[in-house]
């Protein structure tokens, strides 16, 4: 598909990778609907894009409820009468373990609580079905279909101290090849991406030097990602028409 004049929405796209995808669609002639849960931080994005000469559209949505993601893609599709690409990009962390246990008493200590668990699984499992779903809705009524790009991590794979983000990121590649099945005679494609360690507040803001260090240890190309490397691999998926029913990692070789 070509990008130039299409209709691209990133969720938490106030930031970090959501941001970087935005800017790179904005600069290749989409018009990019910004959405996220802080209005200020969206309407900077927006005013970015516009200062560049781009088109943008900010709504404020969180996408674990069903009320905001359905009016999101409505507004989103009503703006210029078109959806092509929806990037289901949106996340949070709760890390974890399962169990804490006391190194000298073998005792437990702590586990990993339900609201833990249910916070991750909120946004990173449901509001990718929310607006996967929503997003489809407006592909098949529009009869042009789209591009769906769900955003799961290399923790698909069970990252330990990640239970309910590892649980959901992995659930997130199932619902991309089975949405790749159940949407292709809508002219539909999904294809997920997992990036590896992406230098983002996300992952850079609690992190002591001493674990990057050892964190870039394990990456075969030795260094993080970058958010434009994300934003890249996006846009290989939307330019390619062969692309479908796939998870790209996009990781730097890294190994969970
Ligand atoms: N940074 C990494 O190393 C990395 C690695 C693998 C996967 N990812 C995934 O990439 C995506 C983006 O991560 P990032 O590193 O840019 O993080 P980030 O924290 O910079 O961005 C996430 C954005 O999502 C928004 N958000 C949170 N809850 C929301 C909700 N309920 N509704 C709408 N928006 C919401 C946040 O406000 C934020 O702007 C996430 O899905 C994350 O799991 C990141």
Do not use: C
């Amino acid at each position: 598909m070509e990008i130039k004049n299409k209709v691209v929405v990133v969720t938490g796209s106030a930031s970090g990778i959501g941001k970087a995808m935005a800017m790179d669609f904005a600069k290749q002639g989409a018009h990019v609907v910004i959405t996220d849960i802080k209005q200020e931080a969206i309407d900077a994005v927006v005013t970015e894009i516009k200062n560049l000469g781009g088109s943008a559209l900010g709504i404020v949505a969180d996408v674990s409820k069903e009320p905001d993601t359905e009016k999101l893609f409505q507004e989103a599709f009503d703006w210029q009468n078109a959806l092509d690409v929806a990037i289901l990009n949106a996340g949070i962390l709760r890390d974890g373990l399962l169990v804490k246990v006391d190194k000298e008493t073998k005792k437990i200590k702590g586990k990993m609580g339900i609201d833990q668990w249910q916070a991750v699984i909120n946004v990173n499992l449901t509001g990718v079905f929310l607006s996967g779903r929503e997003a489809a809705v407006q592909m098949v009524n529009s009869g042009k279909g789209g591009i769906i790009i769900p955003i799961s991590s290399v923790a698909m794979h069970g990252n330990p101290g990640q239970s309910n983000y590892s649980a959901a990121k992995a659930g997130v590649v199932a619902l991309t090849k089975l949405w790749a099945h159940e949407l292709k005679n809508y002219k539909i494609r999904v294809a997920a991406i997992a990036p590896g360690f992406i230098a983002t507040d996300m992952v850079m803001k609690d992190m002591k030097p001493e674990a990057l260090e050892k964190w870039k240890s394990l990456i075969p190309i030795g260094r993080l990602g970058t958010p434009g490397e994300i934003a890249h691999t996006a846009r290989f998926i939307v330019e390619n028409d062969l692309i479908t029913g796939v998870v790209i990692e996009a990781s730097g070789g890294i190994k969970i």
